[in-house]
């Protein structure tokens, strides 16, 4: 079954035009006669067939209509929106799924076979390594992890005959360790394999991986592409297939369709896009409710300025931050002082992205006391929302990482991750200077008699560290150490 895609990619009216209007541009949404100027929400499982040969036309991907016949192959809201975020990110074409876990699933089950191996970041969202390490191990697929992704060398050392994908995140969380796409890219390139980004944390308006030498963006839709936290999705973006070498991956040279034809027969540099859209995501099932499909194409349309504000907010608390006692320090690459700074300044430009951790002297006293006290930022496990949000990654979603995972990760007990909102800056810097001080304040008897690990040993933990001396001599690894020690013991 093949649904016509006609490229959807720019539409010919936006050429030329800026991110911000063509993250408004009309729909492609087929003529229903209504004119309707928001996307319309096509809810139904399926479309009606008008006779024996209609039938038969479009199963065959030759009717001279859309082609749309069921939803998980396809759907007119969720091929709208595909449009107009190919557009955004500069792609040949979209794919929509229901999550971001999802499209990563169905880009590397689309790419890789038993036997095959992925090269990939180590710098990336758990997730996707729990994935890769628990899933795709399982199936006979090998993964190789390159632990410092800013080094080239890495990258060539980590690749063998046998690897077929290249894997990393724009801005990987919380660390903000920004992949050097093109480097990357080059050297994947070389060996005739795809470089894969989960451009989540950047989005298109900070930084459009295609255009730096990716060949396919992943996405967790739910995050900065929806911005209101109502609901989940995933996309895949494909650059045509002309960097990379189609040619070594059997599954492509299979027959796809009724036709008998391969997707590389009928593809050529887009043959891998034809397959994921026409084969693998339609039978892993994943595909999103037209209603989440219209409220992610909602979300698309304020995206640009949405992001700038969130960045400049973030900016603003991470300078803030860094100036406390409080704090060790601040994973961002918008400081100048990050060692990441200058990548980011050349892929990101003024942009800066607005998640980042906040390692904290006094390890996870302090974090309790912070993650307890703030009342503007919400306690919660997401990210890239227009709320300001907080959560503690080694007690909620680490939990499963031993200490040696997370010390490589960069998790320490300290460690609080903040993704910054809308919300007027001065409102959140006040949040969060009064929930600094709560460090400060003695433990309640109420927690230290609680019986939980940190309750207990709260008070054995080195207590609030001040000054600038004090914070030299607390490296967060040597903290984090000392915290998993106490809380062992
Ligand atoms: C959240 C996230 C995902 C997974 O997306 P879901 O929509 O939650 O399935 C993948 N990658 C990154 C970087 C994420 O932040």
Redesign the pocket.
Known sequence: MSIRTDHPGTLAQDRGRAFSTRALSTTTTPGDGHAARATPIYLTAGFVLDDFDHAHARFAGESEDDGFVYTRHGNPTTRTVEARLASLEGGDEAILLA??????AATLLGLLSAGDRLVSSAS??E??KGLILEHLGRFGIGVDFVGDPADPAAWEAAITDRTRAAFG?SI??PRNDVLDIPTVAGIAHRHGIPLVV?N??ATPALLRPLEHGADVV??????FLAGHGAA???AIVLAPADRWDQSRYPQLAERTGPDGLTALDRGGDRAFAIYLRDLVVPRLGAAPSPINAFLIGQGLETLAPRVERQSENAATIAAFLAERPEVARVDYAGLPGSPHHATARRLLGDGRGSVFAVTLAGVSFAARAVFDAVEVFTRMT???DVRSLILHPASTTHLPRTPAELESSGIGPGLPRLSVGIEDVQDLLADLAQALDAIGRPVPAAVEADGSPDGRKAPALPGPVTGPAARAATSPVALAHRALTAQEA
């Open positions: 999550s971001g876990q999802a499209a990563v990336i969202y997730g996707t995140e990987p969380n989960d989540t944390l992943v996405h967790s839709a739910s995050k989940l999705g995933g997401h990210l890239g």
